[in-house]
């Protein structure tokens, strides 16, 4: 199993532009997110799915949308990016909602200058 | 306001001595809380964990503790090995409509000196 998977690893955005982060996951988990990294605020949900076709907003989705079509993807656009975006985004997959344990892929380093 | 802190932002061993952790929490109806391990350039990793009715949970090296009374959570890593340096984050989760929720703490990032 690959696990946990997220392309590109690095991306450098001028503001305004738009760009989408793949997440991908083969261990047939229903429940997926997306997390961002910030100094000292440790990981934040931006958005959340219990499974195909149903997706929430976690504590910071502003400036975000995701989608979820397939179980194994859940890709994460930013519409029109803002230096407040720079950040390394993180997306996790666990069993299902009720489970605690979360898998999370290496992480895509987004520059917004 | 951040529902789960860890307060030292670095902590500094040597190889062989224990190493603690510390995580606070305010929030009294988180239920379930873990430790996750983050090397450069990698996502976290899971690490240990503890349920509220638990005071304790070893595994190998390491232990975590809970004192519910303190809203504290402390990982103990005996002895330190220069591969445990890393940044750990606490999480805490309180399930809600959407299942088992989880909030981070900031991160302490730990350097073993051989």
């Known amino acids: 199993n690959a696990g946990v998977t997220q392309t590109p690893k690095f991306q450098v955005l001028k503001t305004g532009q738009s760009m989408t982060l793949q997440c991908a996951q083969d261990?047939?988990?229903?429940?997926m997110s997306w997390y961002r990294q910030d100094p000292g605020m440790g990981l934040r949900l931006i958005h959340y799915s219990v499974g195909a076709g149903i997706t929430d907003q976690g504590e910071v989705p502003n400036g975000y949308n995701v989608s979820r079509s397939t179980t194994e993807d859940f890709p994460l656009r930013l519409l029109s990016a803002a230096p407040s975006q720079t950040s390394v985004y993180f997306c996790?997959?666990?069993?299902?909602?009720?489970?605690?344990?979360?898998?999370f892929g290496p992480g895509t380093r987004l520059t917004v200058t | 306001d951040q529902q789960v802190k860890q307060n030292s932002p670095s902590l500094s061993v040597q190889e062989g001595r224990i190493s603690i952790l510390n995580c606070d929490y305010t929030?009294?109806?988180?239920?379930?809380f873990l430790w996750y391990k983050k090397y450069p350039a990698e996502g976290p990793t899971f690490l240990i964990s503890i349920s509220s009715i638990k005071d304790k949970n070893e595994d190998g090296r390491f232990t975590v503790f809970l004192n519910k009374s303190a809203k504290h959570l402390s990982l103990h890593i005996v002895p330190s090995q220069p591969g445990d340096s890393a940044v750990y984050f606490c999480a805490a989760s309180v399930w809600d409509n959407a299942g088992n929720m989880l909030t981070f703490g900031g991160g302490t990032r730990l350097m073993v000196k051989p």
């Open positions: 996790a997959s666990r069993f299902d909602r009720a489970s605690y344990e979360q898998y």
């Open positions: 261990m047939n988990h229903e429940y």
């Open positions: 929030n009294s109806m988180f239920d379930y």
